[in-house]
């Protein structure tokens, strides 16, 4: 690529020639304002807050969408800039629910930023936001307040990113909202609730459905035993919600801090991760075995599964019957501890703290009741665990740290890597290696299905036989693979897919990171290092030598995929059509 040499401020920048105003200006390190703009995903040029003057223009620019030239000169903070910006966003502002004391994204929100910054201190314009719009509370997993919406799009952008694009603008003018088709409600379209729109938007329009009430009244509940599974992505990123660098582990100060809000018992999700590998594994050694339904894809994201219901029917068949790591967990806590422990299963609250929005329409679904009540009762994400605990009043970074407590505190690093895209892929490739070669697998750590390529691939002999595998994230890529499948064109044993781009440390429902830093940071990349840290540092890295996963066996299950082992730990999936 070329370059271009113009003048941001009177300072020469040379620059590929396919960046925009608004990129020079960065790599220069100026600032520039902007609002809709959400890095390769969403450029539209309609808030217009990133507005430029350009010499010899009639008029000011939008810096997102203009591309550089040679010799151009550009103005980021002239009066007629300054003003330019001002009156775009107290035109977004007046017609904004401005409820910011009672709103989910107080203190983390773009749009509030953007109002301190550009000194807002009254409103010039009063807007026709009235009647209150409506508020969609049908999902199980997210509402959207579109009294809070400023029309961004990035919502959007991140839908049709996955492939989904069940959202869209509708209607003009002081009537246009972000809304399905027909306006429906959330839960009676095909959203398969990833909450990758929730990431994406710089206001409190988008929320979780809150956990938090019900959890608490179940810890203040004296006939309660409250259990709470942390899963691998969580602790990742929790320090970030506490002003820790992005990708610092804080595994202990996690468990202590679970401990200090009360919950009775705190295990670790990376457990049940080793016993999803065993019984996933054991399905897999299975069917390669016989070579029957083949391509085994993994199932322990929910949207993605709900993904492959809804768009892909036809591999339903394919995905694993073992049920994800959170949901095993509930089923042996509310059979295997309940009765090991003489506490009545109704008496159990399970809780899991999960990046993921599409938990907690998981916890819900009907098929995870084999224990006889919901195998999980509540799912927190990352953010509303970092709520709990700055409402308790606990100093987060200060803490000391804990261990997980017993039977299910240990996990290998195999487990811990499940939060990373082809962690899962990793995990059972240790184990599958070993129990078909019967000896150890020299290289534990996998490379080509490492890093963040939308489609990875690999291929192993294990006793003779080739295996492929694929590893897929976000289910953009996870529609193209399927097609070429479909279309003969690609041939795998075993898949690994996740819904969202880089995984579950990606998640819909860990912390917002603003669009400004993940323009200047994977954040991906940074929160897969902890997780690998961890695994590096581990004692144990397979999960087939996790002493709390053969105990289980021993005491509980038999072996892998037994009879009880099915009951139990794994599912069913249903063919949807799309709505
Ligand atoms: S979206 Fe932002 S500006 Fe609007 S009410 Fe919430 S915190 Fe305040
Ligand atoms: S949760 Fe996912 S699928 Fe549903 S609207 Fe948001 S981005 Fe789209
Ligand atoms: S819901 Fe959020 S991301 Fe979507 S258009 Fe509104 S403000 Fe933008
Ligand atoms: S128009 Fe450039 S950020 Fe919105």
């Not at 309660?224 to 969580?234: D, I, S």
Request: net charge negative; with cysteine; charged share 25%.
């Amino acid at each position: 690529m070329e370059n271009v040499t113009l003048k941001i401020n009177n300072i020469e920048v040379t620059v590929p020639a396919d960046y925009t105003i608004l990129q020079a200006a960065r790599s220069a390190n100026i600032d520039i304002p902007t609002l809709c703009y959400l890095e390769g995903m969403n450029k539209l040029g309609s808030c217009r807050l990133c507005v430029v003057e350009i010499k010899g223009a009639r008029a000011l620019q939008a810096a997102c969408v203009y591309p550089v030239s040679e010799g151009i000169e550009v103005f980021t903070n002239t009066p007629a800039v300054r003003r330019a910006r001002k009156a775009n966003l107290e035109l977004i502002l007046s017609n904004h629910d401005r409820s910011c004391l009672t709103c989910s994204r107080n203190r983390n929100c773009e749009l509030q930023a953007l109002s301190e910054e550009f000194g807002i201190e009254e409103l010039a314009f009063s807007g026709e936001n009235d009647p209150k719009l409506a508020i969609d509370d049908s999902s199980t997993s997210y509402i959207r307040d579109n009294n809070k919406c400023v029309l961004c799009r990035r919502c959007v952008a991140a839908c049709d990113n996955q492939v989904v694009s069940v959202i869209s603008c509708i209607n003009r003018g002081f009537d246009t909202t972000v809304n399905t088709a027909f306006e429906k409600p959330v839960s009676e379209v095909s959203c398969i609730f990833c909450g990758q729109c929730i990431n994406a938007c710089p206001t409190g329009a988008l929320t979780e459905k809150p956990h938090i009430p019900k959890v608490l009244e179940a810890i203040d509940n004296p006939q309660k035993h409250v259990v709470v599974q942390t899963a691998p992505a969580v602790r990742a990123a929790l320090g970030e919600e506490f002003g820790l660098p992005m990708g610092t582990p804080v595994t202990g100060k996690m468990v202590t801090a679970l401990k200090l809000l009360g919950f009775d018992k705190v295990f670790d999700t990376d457990t049940a991760a080793d016993l999803t590998i065993m019984e996933e594994g054991t399905e897999f050694i299975e069917r390669f075995t016989k070579q029957e339904n083949l391509p085994l894809i993994t199932s322990c994201s929910p949207g993605w599964v709900k993904f492959c219901e809804h768009y892909f029917p036809e591999f339903t068949d394919n995905l694993s019957s073992a049920k994800s790591p959170m949901e095993m967990f509930g089923a042996v806590i509310k059979s295997y501890y309940a009765e090991k422990n003489n506490i009545d299963k109704k008496d159990i609250y399970s809780v899991a703290v999960m990046p993921c929005t599409s938990k907690k329409y998981e916890a819900q679904r009907e098929e995870m009741s084999s224990s006889g009540t919901f195998d999980i009762d509540a799912s927190l994400t990352t953010r509303e665990l970092a709520k709990m605990i700055k409402q308790a009043g606990i100093n987060f970074v200060d803490l000391p740290d804990s261990e997980f407590d017993d039977p299910f505190g240990t996990a290998t690093g195999a487990g811990v890597i499940f939060g990373a895209t082809g962690g899962v892929m990793e995990a059972a490739l240790r184990t599958v290696y070993e129990v078909l070669e019967g000896k150890s697998l020299e290289n534990l750590e996998l490379a080509p299905i490492r890093g963040m390529d939308g489609i990875k691939e690999a291929s192993l002999e294990i006793s003779g036989k080739e295996v492929k595998v694929a590893v897929v994230h976000g289910t953009k890529n996870a529609k193209e693979l399927l097609n070429k499948i479909k279309a003969g064109e690609a041939k795998y044993d075993f898949i690994e897919i996740m819904a969202c781009p880089g995984g579950c440390v990606n998640g819909g429902g860990q912390p917002i990171v603003s669009a400004k830093k993940r323009a200047l940071v994977d954040v991906r990349v940074e929160r897969a290092k902890a997780l690998y840290s961890e695994d590096r540092n581990s004692a144990l890295r397979k999960s087939h030598e996790n002493p709390a996963i053969k105990k289980l066996y021993e005491e509980y299950f038999e072996k892998p995929c037994s009879h009880k082992a099915h009951e139990l730990l794994h599912t069913h999936y249903t063919k949807r059509s799309k709505y």
